[in-house]
T-cell receptor, first 114, second 113 residues
């Protein structure tokens, strides 16, 4: 498995501002993923971040709104830009690890936009 | 129809009960099936990982996959208050690197002492 930490664990932000969420892994991994978890909804994949290349975004998510950086094999950031109350959610990063490339999740960042 | 459907719950059982959690899916390409447990204010934790049809047992937990019915289950024997959490099913069409997971919405289980 992998041990994943996220910062911040929670934040309350004002509409129109941006927040950058950090994800740190205790071992080198190729693929990192960013998810959104809204109340009553399935975990939704925002984008996949592969070190050394541009992130790949899922339908409905765009780079201008959710820019992602992946500077090395243990770290990634997700920025939620120009926030609105609809962006209030839990944001989770995950990594592939283990013999079956299972996905392991960080503790999440709980974001509230007022 | 959503790709993955999960009983919405919540589910409340007495300590010691056998719990059955279920998901159905519509995409016949799914071959890899996972169950995650998520405690309040924590990230999902991988519980079980199975491939294709059949059963897999790990302690008090048994994962069951019936691909012909497009139905997966997680059984918890001798349930404990510490099992109180949200359980998410997830599945993918292929294994290996960069396998996109599709999740159910999760069901919240409460085990009463």
């Amino acid at each position: 498995s992998a041990v994943i930490s996220q910062k911040p664990s929670r934040d309350i932000c004002q509409r129109g501002t941006s927040l950058t969420i950090q994800c740190q892994v205790d071992s080198q991994v190729t693929m990192m993923f960013w998810y959104r978890q809204q109340p009553g909804q399935s975990l939704t994949l925002i984008a996949t971040a592969n070190q050394g290349s541009e992130a790949t975004y899922e339908s409905g998510f765009v780079i201008d709104k959710f820019p992602i950086s992946r500077p090395n094999l243990t770290f990634s950031t997700l920025t939620v830009s120009n926030m609105s109350p609809e962006d209030s959610s839990i944001y989770l990063c995950s990594v592939e690890a283990g013999p079956f490339y299972e996905q392991y999740f960080g503790p999440g960042t709980r974001l509230t936009v007022t | 129809q959503k790709e993955v459907e999960q009983d919405p719950g919540p589910l409340s059982v007495p300590e010691g009960a056998i719990v059955s959690l279920n998901c159905t899916y519509s995409n016949s390409a799914f071959q890899y099936f996972m169950w995650y447990r998520q405690y309040s204010r924590k990230g999902p934790e991988l519980l079980m990982y199975t491939y294709s049809s059949g059963n897999k047992e790990d302690g008090r937990f048994t994962a069951q996959v019936d691909k012909s019915s497009k139905y997966i289950s997680l059984f918890i024997r001798d349930s404990q208050p510490s099992d109180s959490a949200t359980y998410l099913c997830a599945m993918s069409a292929r294994g290996g690197a960069n396998s996109k997971l599709t999740f159910g919405k999760g069901i919240t289980l409460s085990v009463r002492p």
